[in-house]
């Protein structure tokens, strides 16, 4: 007897106290390697030849966006394309900057040209469509953080 009234008293105390912890699915996980993407745009400028300064005037006058709001666009690129590889990005982003085109990493068009740049991506509809869903993903961004 005493036995079944232990064993019920822990089944329901693990009942009670072991109440599901909520998760978020959605949360975006931000990969804490990646250091800030503008000072690694700058970085790829300066290792090609360019002053620090000029680099860094290069990549605030041509990047559209703050620096939170492009580290989180670009790692929510990176999450959602196993193909494009963070030194990729760095390197199509640093060569617009450096013919001073106008980058935003919102812009379907961005990242259409991010696309082409590689080679082992064909742009069929599938992928299209998941390249306008993170464009729209990276404007919500962009608004959520006030450009």
Known sequence: MKNKILISTVFISNIIFASPVPYNTNQISFNKNIKRFSGA???HLYEKGLNKDVA???VSKFVIGGDFENDLMAQN?????????YDNLVSYIAEATLYSKKVDLS???????????LDKVILDKQTLAKIEKVSLENEKI???YGV
């Open 142 to 144: 962009r608004l959520l």
């Open 77 to 85: 690129i990176l999450n959602n394309f196993d193909t494009v590889k």
């Open 56 to 58: 860094q005037e290069k």
């Open 107 to 117: 812009s379907y068009e961005t990242l259409i040209g991010v696309f082409q740049k």
């Open 41 to 43: 745009i700058s970085k």
